[in-house]
């Protein structure tokens, strides 16, 4: 089963997936926004997130095995996809994956200069944009198929530069507002 | 004297470096601060994961040699023994200047 749903909060995708896993579903991949599901009779429904991305493929290993050697089995997540997904394994150990607030705070921090990296990375290209392709009255006339094109693209980028702009600054408030407690 | 900008260390990394006096792989590392703080302190896997990268960058502890192929081994450096001797020094000011201090309240009420 495929489910398509978007999160800016750890906590309630954690949730999400977890009275997911209570209905029998376990999150098996996850790509952008589509989450996939397959059918479980486990209802072992604690499930936590963690976002970090990893150097080295040793780096990631380890970080799978201090996880699995703790009680946590890796549901899903890569190298660099930021987004890690844990699955409680057994009734041993602890029912959290952070045991400080700095910690919990950390990973927004985490979240947050990676879209910060992104809304800047956008910055280049879109100066490009503006500079080859200018909104004069010729472009904006919008006679021809091809005019639509300029208009569309600064839209387009505009759009995206500060969507990723907000989630950069979404994240960085929640990692504060932990952070005061 | 400048006072060292590490001190004092927290509870989390005293009990990590003095868990890696002898290396140790993450999970190893979790156990013994349980067993070291008599139970005390618990380290989730994720808090546990971002102080060790903290430690490695500060240079306070380092990778070593091991022949688990999946798992990092770690051990303290010099400079971690250092700043680990100086923060036990610290303490040993504080239990001194407390006792004496707890002493003269006592004799007061005597």
């Excluded at chain 1, 495929?2 to 376990?26: A, D, I, V």
């Excluded at chain 1, 607030?101 to 927004?108: E, K």
């Excluded at chain 2, 006072?3 to 290396?23: D, G, M, N, Q, S």
């Amino acid at each position: 089963m495929k489910t398509c749903n978007f999160f800016t909060s750890f906590e309630k995708e954690e949730k999400w997936l977890g009275s997911m896993e209570q209905k029998g579903f376990q999150m098996i991949n996850k790509r952008l926004f589509i989450y996939t599901f397959a059918k479980t009779s486990s209802r072992r429904s604690i499930i936590k997130l963690d976002y970090r991305s990893f150097k080295t493929q040793d780096a990631f290993e380890d970080y799978c095995a201090l996880f699995e050697d703790s009680g946590w089995e890796h549901i899903f997540g890569t190298i660099n996809s930021g987004h890690q997904y844990f699955r409680k394994a057994n009734k041993q150990g602890s029912e959290e994956i952070f045991s400080d607030t700095a910690s919990i705070a950390g990973r927004y921090k985490r979240l947050s200069d990676m879209w910060q990296t992104l809304s800047f990375s956008l910055f280049p290209i879109g100066v490009a944009v503006i500079t080859t392709m200018p909104l004069d009255s010729k472009t904006l006339s919008l006679k021809t198929p091809l005019s639509f094109v300029t208009p569309v693209l600064w839209f387009s980028f505009f759009v995206t530069f500060l969507l990723y702009f907000y989630f950069a600054y979404k994240a960085n408030k929640q990692y504060k507002q932990i952070l005061k407690g | 004297m400048e006072r060292e900008k590490h001190l004092p260390l927290t509870e989390t990394v005293f009990y990590i470096l003095l868990a890696l006096i002898e290396p140790a792989h993450g999970y190893l590392i979790m156990q013994k601060i349980e067993e070291l703080s008599g139970g005390q302190v618990r380290m989730a896997a994720g808090t546990l994961y971002g102080a060790i990268e903290n430690l490695v960058n500060l240079g306070f502890i380092e990778p070593t040699a091991s022949d688990d192929r999946r798992r990092k081994v770690y051990i303290i450096t010099e400079q971690g023994k250092r700043i680990l001797q100086l923060d036990v020094e610290r303490m040993n000011h504080m239990m001194s200047a407390a006792e004496e201090q707890l002493k003269k309240d006592r004799r007061n009420l005597g």
